[in-house]
Nanobody, 124 residues
Framework: QVQLVESGGGLVQAGNSLKLSCVVS????????VGWFRQAPGKEREVVAT????????IYQNSVKGRFVIARDNAKNTVWLEILSPKPEDTADYYC?????????????????WGRGTQVAVSS
């Protein structure tokens, strides 16, 4: 059974970095890309960053480029999302998800395994 478990969310003051973790089990980790998504209150879920199975290739949503960093350690079955200088508009539920294959993609329907999410609230 595939499981993705997010952690690291909470209340953070704007400007103080925050690092989210996603631990994955139940699949051959390095064969799957992993993405981070977020859903703010009243808004649709959006993908913010993704990383391919090897960790060599990443893609970011334009709105977070330069402020978010995605990385993975295949020996630890873990993907991280670091939010540098968070802003109040980054407040959302953050989810990690895994695709069926190796390739990083911003196409949401390619993600077939999902975690339950972790809440991030950024105060001004």
């Amino acid at each position: 059974q595939v499981q993705l478990v997010e952690s690291g969310g909470g209340l953070v003051q704007a400007g103080n970095s925050l690092k989210l973790s996603c631990v994955v089990s139940g699949l051959t980790f390095n064969r799957h890309a992993v993405g981070w998504f977020r859903q703010a209150p009243g808004k649709e879920r959006e993908v913010v960053a993704t990383i391919d199975g090897s960790g060599a290739n990443t893609i970011y949503q334009n709105s977070v480029k330069g402020r978010f960093v995605i990385a993975r350690d295949n020996a630890k079955n873990t993907v991280w999302l670091e939010i540098l200088s968070p802003k109040p508009e980054d407040t959302a539920d953050y989810y990690c998800a895994a695709t069926k294959d190796h390739w990083a993609t911003l196409i949401s329907r390619e993600y077939v395994h999902w975690g339950r999410g972790t809440q991030v609230a950024v105060s001004s």
